[in-house]
């Protein structure tokens, strides 16, 4: 294990380098990896694996989404089943449904976990909240994590671009001895460029958390909020949107995520950051409270019971889907669907379709 100084305090990672892919394979050679779900983490994940040179089988119910399993290479009867056969025959359990439908599928998975497997997620979301997941694994079998800390459409992106993303790992039950190295190798084979040790607690609490915040609701909230008032005092909707969310993803975003936000603050007007400085107090007090109930209501399991209750509803995905539509056709995000149109290397590909 690396160990690096995180802003004072030491952490200890795992690299590719300490765990290479050999090490990973040779590691999970004798093993048969069944991804259960084929939604985004699991085509993510399944992909690397395969590509990486793993033993991977599917489990997906048929319909749409078997049928893109089918498309990726994905054989049916070979390396491609219903999940109750492809649970039997895989000896690692790679549970990838979405949180609420590892809950219906589980009394499926329970009975096939037999001494020895091994049952792996991507969340600690069903272990921790098993009061209402009902997911109780057997003594006998590993339980371990690796989350990626990104969408699997990252995960795959950057495996294809040689690159890697940074996933947790975290071990609930090792009956083998081994699963701290297993879950460490299955998070190489997933594609991860290193890896973090958590709990499943301690990852179920920060992801809910982190989606909820700064990475998906708190700036979705907070676009919206300026965007409002910018269109209110009369500005048009192009100015609105490219100050507040074009000129952020296209320009400032990719100079912090190179450098650093003081970098990034550095290569902007010292107008901008005498304001910047100025206000980001008065944002982070104003968010403060909002963040501190954000976690307790994740600590509570609030979260996790609104997340059981609607997702698991037959409706739920066009629920889903119309409110998603809402966000698209608002005035907000359809003014940045005419902004990217014209970015140059849109246009450059537009022209380049037609001649
Ligand atoms: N989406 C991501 O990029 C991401 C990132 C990190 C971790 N995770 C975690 O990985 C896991 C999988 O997430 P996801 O977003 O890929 O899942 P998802 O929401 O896309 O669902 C995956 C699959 O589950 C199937 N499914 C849903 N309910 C079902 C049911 N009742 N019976 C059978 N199949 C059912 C769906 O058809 C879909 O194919 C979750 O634990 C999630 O928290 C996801
Ligand atoms: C990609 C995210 C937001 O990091 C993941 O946590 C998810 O639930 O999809
Ligand atoms: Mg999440
Ligand atoms: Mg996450």
């Not at 609420?100 to 998975?109: K, S």
């Not at 997340?307 to 608002?330: F, G, N, V």
Request: hydrophobic share 40%; with cysteine; glycine share 10%.
């Amino acid at each position: 294990m690396a160990q690096i100084n995180f802003g004072g305090t030491i952490e200890e990672v795992v690299t590719r380098e300490e765990f290479p892919m050999e090490k990973a394979l040779a590691f999970l050679q004798n093993e048969t990896i069944a991804i259960i779900g084929y939604g985004v983490q699991g085509p993510a994940q399944a992909l690397n694996l395969r590509d990486n040179g793993f033993n991977v089988i599917i489990g997906q119910r048929k319909g749409k989404t078997y049928n893109k399993a089918v498309e990726h290479g994905w054989i049916p009867g070979e390396t491609l089943f219903d999940i109750e056969e492809a649970a039997r025959r895989g000896t690692i359990i790679q549970f990838l449904l979405s949180d609420a439908g590892q809950i219906a599928a589980w009394p499926t998975i329970k009975p096939l976990l037999t001494k020895s497997k091994t049952l792996y997620f991507s969340h600690g979301f069903g272990i921790t909240f098993k009061e209402q997941t009902g997911i109780v694994p057997p003594a006998d079998v590993d339980v371990v994590l690796a989350a990626p800390k990104g969408s699997g459409t990252s995960v795959r992106r950057l495996f294809l671009q040689g690159k890697g993303i940074n996933s947790s790992f975290a071990v609930f039950q090792n009956a083998s001895g081994e699963a701290r190295e297993k879950a460490i190798a299955l998070g190489i084979g997933v594609g991860s460029g290193y890896l973090f040790e958590t709990d499943f607690k301690k990852e179920v609490y920060s992801d809910l958390s982190g989606e909820r915040g700064t990475l998906m609701g708190a700036i979705a909230g907070i676009f919206e909020a300026q965007y409002e008032v910018l269109r209110s005092k009369g500005h048009s909707p192009s100015e609105a949107f490219n100050e507040t969310v074009e000129e952020l993803t296209q320009s400032l975003m990719p100079l912090v995520a190179e450098n650093g936000m003081d970098w990034m603050y550095a290569n902007c007007s010292t107008t901008a950051q005498r304001g910047a400085l100025d206000w980001k107090r008065k944002f982070k007090a104003a968010t403060l409270p909002v963040f501190q109930e954000l976690y307790e209501s994740v600590a509570s399991g609030k979260e996790a019971q609104r997340t059981i209750e609607t997702c698991s509803k037959p409706d739920y995905r066009e629920k889903l889907a119309e409110e998603l539509k809402e966000l698209r056709e608002s005035e907000l995000w359809q003014a940045g669907a005419a902004v990217r149109a014209l970015r140059p290397e849109k246009q450059q590909v537009e022209a380049s379709m037609i001649n």
